[in-house]
């Protein structure tokens, strides 16, 4: 699939800033197989009077901004064009069994940004709870195939929990959203890896977009409308990271462009920083994700 994003984020102010200093991660980066960004542009307005490019540990694109400029309002225009491709996952039931690859986690000497042990332990943003512990236990027996027990893990938050813009924000932890059995994608899955974490499986925290027209015939996905968030559970050597939305219970495919990872929402969040001002704050954020037609030319072969 190809795809045009653009994602548009308003911050106005009750009083001026004076200065600010901020990094943005809301650019999206090539990810292997599964993504190739072709083009993509970050603007603002005002205009940063400094502005440094990089990437952060675990290979998400970053910009620290500056601003010394009086503003009441801060634009922020994020636009990609992004190729995505599917990921075909094997027979839930020939994946590794939840010991084995608990084991394997716990006994990785890989350090870098894919190693297991990043999604092994409890974070400021997704403590341990015993009762997400306890009910995600259910789901993951010693000898049941990882993914198996993963997938049965998304299907039961998607089957019990309601996604309800405006129960929480975005400093909810995952035992409040647990309690409530309600939230938003961000709630569903902290929950989701909380209770991963808690019986020694590994995953991490994926934001992104999800595509804002189906294709025919097909329902909307919730969370289209702004930016989402789903689990990557680690199945293993040989599998790897596998990508899983709790929100719509369904694994990641054509449809999830991929814009940060990190072991929770605070490793991703698309701005961050500090401003000199006072008074309180309104956000905008609009979400476009567009199918583009291929030209003839481009066109993959048959």
């Known amino acids: 699939m190809l795809y045009d994003i653009r994602q548009t984020t308003t911050y106005s102010y009750g009083a001026p800033v ?49 601003f010394d400029t009086p503003h009441e309002r801060l634009d922020i225009t994020m636009r990609a064009r992004i190729e995505v491709r599917g990921t075909v996952l094997p027979d839930a039931m020939t994946t590794p069994i939840v010991d084995l690859v608990r084991s394997a986690a716990l006994t ?14 409890p974070t400021r943003s997704v403590p341990l709870d015993p009762a997400i512990t306890e009910w995600t236990a259910e789901s993951c027996a010693a000898d049941r195939p990882i993914l198996a ?23 909810t932890l995952p035992a409040q959203a647990f309690a409530a059995r309600a939230g938003v994608c961000q709630d569903f899955a902290h929950v989701m890896i909380a209770g991963l974490r808690g019986v020694g499986i590994p ?20 969370g289209a409308d702004a930016t989402h968030a789903w689990v990557e559970v680690w199945c293993g050597v040989d599998l790897g990271w596998v990508g899983l939305d709790p929100t719509n219970a369904i694994p990641v495919g054509e449809d999830h462009i991929i814009l940060a990872i990190g072991r929770d929402y605070s490793d991703v969040s ?33």
């Open 270 to 302: 698309p701005v961050d920083g500090v401003i000199v001002a006072s008074g309180e704050h309104q956000l905008a954020v609009g979400v476009d994700v567009i199918p583009v037609e291929r030209p003839q030319a481009e066109a993959p072969a048959s």
């Open 203 to 222: 995953a991490r925290y994926v934001s992104g977009y999800l595509r804002t027209i189906p294709p025919p015939g097909q329902p909307r996905l919730a």
């Open 108 to 121: 990785a000497f890989d350090l870098g940004p894919d190693s297991p042990v990043h999604g092994l332990f």
């Open 18 to 66: 004076r200065a600010a200093r901020q990094v943005m991660r809301m650019t999206p980066v090539d990810r292997g197989p599964h993504q190739h960004v072709i083009a993509n542009m970050l603007d603002t307005r005002p205009a940063p009077s400094e502005a440094e490019h990089g990437t952060d540990f675990f290979g998400n694109a970053i910009c620290y901004v500056t």
């Open 149 to 171: 027990a993963a997938l049965d893990v998304m299907h039961r938050i998607k089957e019990t929990f309601t996604y309800e813009p405006g129960a929480t924000d975005v400093a």
